[in-house]
């Protein structure tokens, strides 16, 4: 759901150069340690703008912050290589690029689909979430027995 998928050997930064960038990149401020976190006047705009204000300031305020070291480090292994695939693009998110969810969704193969909503797309469209989850349980199940 609104995730990064890289292929062995790229880095998340990498894939984010590829796009034009979000807005994310104005809203991420580190802290003392090098952690990263998203500033909480922004949060709602950047990663959670279709849910309404209180809510969003909810989930600022109990984010937790991310090494900010993880967007050089290159993956060693690509799961989706070996693993069916879903992804879920949200075309509203400004968290990542959503042509960069498309090309990441294409490239790994999966079964995609397109929600209007932001990076948290499994609180502010839960039941179109759980859909596609049960799908794809429902999917690799019929082709394990």
Do not use: C
């Not at 990263?36 to 912050?65: C, G, M, S, T, W």
């Not at 929600?115 to 794809?136: D, G, M, Y």
């Amino acid at each position: 759901m609104a995730a990064f998928a890289p292929d062995a050997g790229e880095t998340l930064a990498g894939l984010i150069e590829r796009f034009s960038p979000s807005p994310l990149g104005t809203a991420v401020a580190p802290d003392s340690a090098g952690f990263l976190y998203i500033d909480r006047p922004k949060f709602q705009q950047v990663f959670a703008n279709d849910l309404d204000k209180d809510e969003a300031a909810v989930l600022a305020a109990a984010q937790k912050p991310i090494a900010g070291s993880i967007f050089g480090e290159a993956v060693t292994a690509a799961a989706w290589k070996t693993i069916p695939s879903w992804y879920i693009v949200s075309t509203q998110d400004n968290a990542i690029n959503p042509d960069l969810e498309r090309f990441m969704a294409k490239r790994i193969g999966a079964q995609t689909k397109e929600l209007k909503a932001s990076h948290v797309s499994f609180i502010s469209n839960p039941n179109e979430i759980a859909r596609v989850i049960e799908t794809a349980a429902a999917s690799v199940s019929a082709t394990s027995k």
